[in-house]
């Protein structure tokens, strides 16, 4: 009896389970048929949209982006960097046209009528101090007062009968043109030469007695040729070496000095250690002073060297002669 219920029940639950699937057969099928008929019964287009069904929502990392939505330039970081650096460009009022014409036009006719210029103007030395008026016969500017500053001409230190120094000018020997000398001495004497600078730095105050001695001696006219008034000295500046050789003391402040092989010596090689001959034989017109073999004037190396292969004075160096 226990066997019949079992398979009773077995069976009923079978037809249950049969009758439901009809049932969901039965709707699905009305189902299809009801879109088929909302599609005016076109089986192609049923299916066709079936297919667009399963990719009208891809997943987010499926999705393309149109190339017209892509810049690839610029992100919009890159955009917003590009609009801060750049500032707004503001256009011309329209009214302000018609004066820059005229504004150009005038121009123009400046260009035509204004004289043509020199194709290149020389540059004038920089001098700190500029001459009164023109020379006496001596050199010297008559009446010309005594400078409150020295004068410096493209950074050179000049001291001559037309950039005088100021009386309270008082530097003592240049340090660095007696080390050059001190070197140039020592090379001498591998040749045998003995130098000495038996004058460099005086006083304004000496350099006063020097003058008027040889004034009272030879007269203003030719004690003006080769000694310089008060305030007009080079050796104010304790730039300027008189130079001798020891035991030749006859030859001091004598332009035999340049005869001897110790002068010869020192005329050919002052300039490497940034000395130059002042005074040069027929150059007095220039420097206004008498050539003289034994005064040498410090300048640094460049420059010396310069003025040396030039075969010129210090005044045409710069341009002022």
């Known amino acids: 009896m226990k066997r019949k219920r079992s398979t009773y029940k077995s069976k009923k639950s079978t037809g249950k389970a049969l009758t439901i699937t009809l049932l969901l057969t039965g709707l699905l099928m009305t189902a299809i048929v009801v879109w088929i008929g909302m599609n005016d019964w076109d ?8 297919d667009i069904g ?14 017209e939505d892509v810049d690839e330039t610029e992100t919009p970081e890159e955009e917003r960097e590009a609009e801060e ?14 004066p820059a014409k005229v504004e150009e036009t005038e121009k123009k006719s400046e260009q035509q009528t204004a004289p043509e210029k020199p194709a290149k103007v020389e540059e004038k030395p920089k001098v700190t101090n500029q001459p009164q008026t023109s020379p006496n016969k001596s050199g010297y500017i008559e009446g010309q007062k005594l400078p409150d500053e020295p004068t410096y001409i493209n950074g050179i230190l000049i001291a001559n009968k037309k950039y005088p120094l100021p009386s309270t000018y008082a530097p003592g020997e240049n340090k660095e043109a007696r ?18 600078a038996f004058s460099t730095y005086r006083s304004f105050e000496y350099q006063t007695s020097l003058y008027n001695r ?9 004690a003006d040729r080769y000694s310089a008034r008060p305030g007009y000295s080079e050796h104010q500046t304790g730039l300027a070496f008189d130079i001798g050789e020891v035991n030749y003391e006859k030859y001091w402040a004598s332009n035999k000095f ?7 010596w020192v005329a050919a090689n002052a300039y490497r250690y940034g000395f130059i001959l002042r005074y040069p034989n027929g150059k007095e017109e220039i420097t206004g002073y008498m050539h003289e073999s034994w005064h040498f004037r ?4 460049e420059i010396a060297e310069e003025i040396f292969k030039r075969n010129i004075t210090l005044e045409e160096y710069l341009g002022i002669e």
């Open 43 to 50: 089986v192609s287009k049923t299916l066709r949209q079936v």
């Open 179 to 196: 080390e050059a000398f001190e070197e140039m001495a020592a090379e001498a004497k591998l040749s045998g030469f003995n130098l000495t």
């Open 214 to 222: 040889y004034v009272s001696r030879d007269g203003v006219e030719k």
């Open 54 to 67: 399963k990719t009208e929502e891809p997943l987010p990392e499926q999705q393309e982006i149109e190339p």
């Open 85 to 98: 650096e750049t500032p707004p460009v503001e256009e011309e009022p329209v009214e302000e046209e018609p």
């Open 258 to 264: 340049g005869e001897t092989e110790a002068g010869k």
């Open 298 to 301: 410090y300048l640094g190396k």
